[in-house]
């Protein structure tokens, strides 16, 4: 699975952004498929996750209520709307996918994870 992430950019705080995440190959329904982002000088941190239906999310609490994970596995394409962008979401957000059978799993743990995308880069400007 390749995955390719794009819709970063500079916003004002306050400002909204949707990540798209385009994967390659026919079954892109086995994964689940989540956000993380790493800021400077920073770890690689969890942001959001989605199980392979879409039926199952999870977020970290610092974006919890202003950011929304989604699919659409007609178009092989996972999303993240952020709203209500804080400097601190400033970052580069990577998507990544996770092959699992559970219908419901959305894991939090990166290392769980198999692909990584490139990453795309978000910068909130207060």
């Known amino acids: 699975v390749q995955l390719q992430a794009s819709g970063g950019g500079l916003v004002h705080t306050g400002g909204s952004l949707r990540l798209s995440c385009a994967a390659s190959?026919?079954?892109?329904?086995?994964?689940?498929m989540g956000w993380f982002r790493q800021a400077p000088g920073k770890e690689r941190e969890f942001v959001a996750a989605i199980s392979r239906s879409g039926g199952s999310t999870n977020y970290a609490d610092s974006v919890k209520g202003r950011f929304t994970i989604s699919r659409d596995n007609a178009k092989n394409t996972v999303y993240l709307q952020m709203n209500s962008l804080k400097p601190e979401d400033t970052a580069v957000y990577y998507c990544a996918a996770n092959f699992v059978l559970a219908p419901a799993i959305a894991t939090t743990v990166g290392r769980e994870y198999d692909y990584w995308g490139q990453g795309t880069q978000v910068t909130v400007s207060s």
């Open positions: 190959g026919r079954t892109f329904s086995r994964y689940a």
